[in-house]
């Protein structure tokens, strides 16, 4: 477990370390945010705020993992998968800052980017030997097959997964603060499953490599929150919340959790159906249910401050990845012995 701990620490400096530096590349670069027009009129405050903040996450995390890493197809699937997602919100971000405005790649280039991405982590899952096509649902003890039907269900989990985290990225270190108690939840089945796997010298090299990348993001995620809470310095952009969804959704595929992302990401989740719903709602009735969507701009109208609402979330966001995890170690710990 030194590995672990070496990565999540020295991911963790080098952002504190650089992140002064980089932000002040990132203003001489003009790299600032655009303000959508709907959203809170107070938050035009923001706008300029040097965004993209999620490249600081990305090298912060993985120099310390190329280091330590066993490199298991796991480990470097969950790398590639998460840089893929970072060029997907980059080139959002990208198109953003050049256009000046809050508009950038359309959601339909996005989710076939996504698409390559599930292919890419699909055909991984068919290396590792205890990957299966099968989803196991806790407290009904019950392993469903779906067959072919597995990748496309996959394209759910990590397209999901990481436009609910980019839904969540609107507050300062709203985003951060909860994927990284959801990567500490990953991290810890990750580590127990290791623990679980044999004896000393005997464990699997995959579960230690999976348990090594989550340290390191979360490390960086730390490192990037000292500068991204209120007031923000920098945001993470789509370059930052875009590959932090993909590390959660494919370690959750890598560890056979993927349903326990309902707890583990619920506020993700939580998220983009306080969208879905605001939007099949005005559709069908020209009604409203929420005075704004995300759900987190909600409680802004009601006058909640954004310290408020983001210590709020992480608090939800804690006790439900502490649920997920309580089901990992009551249902999941008896196919690891």
């Known amino acids: 477990m030194v590995r672990v ?30 303000i959508r027009e709907e959203g809170p009129k107070h938050h035009f405050a923001k706008a300029g ?10 090298f912060a995390a993985v120099a310390p993992f190329v280091v330590v890493s066993l490199y298991t197809i796991p480990g470097l699937t969950v790398l590639v998968a998460t840089l893929a997602c970072a060029v997907i919100g980059f080139g959002d971000d990208f198109l953003k800052v050049h256009r000046r405005r809050s508009l950038g790649l359309s959601g339909r280039w996005k989710l076939v980017l996504l698409a390559l991405v599930t292919a890419g982590v699909g055909w991984a899952t068919t290396q590792v030997g205890y990957m299966d096509t099968e989803l196991y649902f806790p407290v009904v003890d019950v392993n469903i097959d779906l067959h072919w039907a597995y990748f496309p269900f996959l394209f759910v989990v990590i397209a999901g997964t990481a436009n609910g985290v980019n839904l969540t990225d609107g507050l300062d270190g709203l985003a951060a603060g909860t994927c990284a108690i959801s990567l500490l939840t990953l991290l810890a089945i990750a580590a127990i499953s290791w623990i679980r796997s044999g004896q000393p010298g005997t464990r699997s090299d995959e579960y230690l490599d999976l348990a090594i990348i ?4 979360i490390g960086g995620v730390i490192g990037f929150l000292w500068f991204n809470a209120f007031p923000a310095e920098v945001f993470m952009g789509d370059t930052g919340s875009m590959a932090l969804g993909g590390a959660i959704a ?27 719903i605001q939007v099949a709602s005005f559709k069908r009735t020209g009604k409203r249910v929420f005075l704004m969507a995300p759900i987190h701009h909600h409680f802004e ?15 939800v966001g804690a006790i439900l990845c502490a649920i997920g995890f309580v089901l990992y170690y009551r249902y999941y710990l008896r196919f690891q012995l």
């Open 301 to 315: 109208m009601k006058a909640w401050s954004e310290t408020k609402i983001m210590v709020r979330f992480w608090i």
């Open 250 to 276: 494919t370690l959750a595929v890598f560890t056979e959790t993927e349903v326990l992302l309902v707890f583990i990401g619920g506020i993700y989740l939580v998220e983009a159906l306080s969208v879905m």
């Open 214 to 217: 989550a340290a390191a993001v």
């Open 49 to 58: 705020t040097p965004t993209m903040g999620g490249l600081l996450i990305l």
């Open 5 to 34: 701990l070496v990565a999540g620490l020295v991911a963790m400096v080098i952002a504190v370390v650089i992140g002064p530096q980089f932000i002040q590349w990132l203003r001489r670069q003009s790299v600032g945010q655009q």
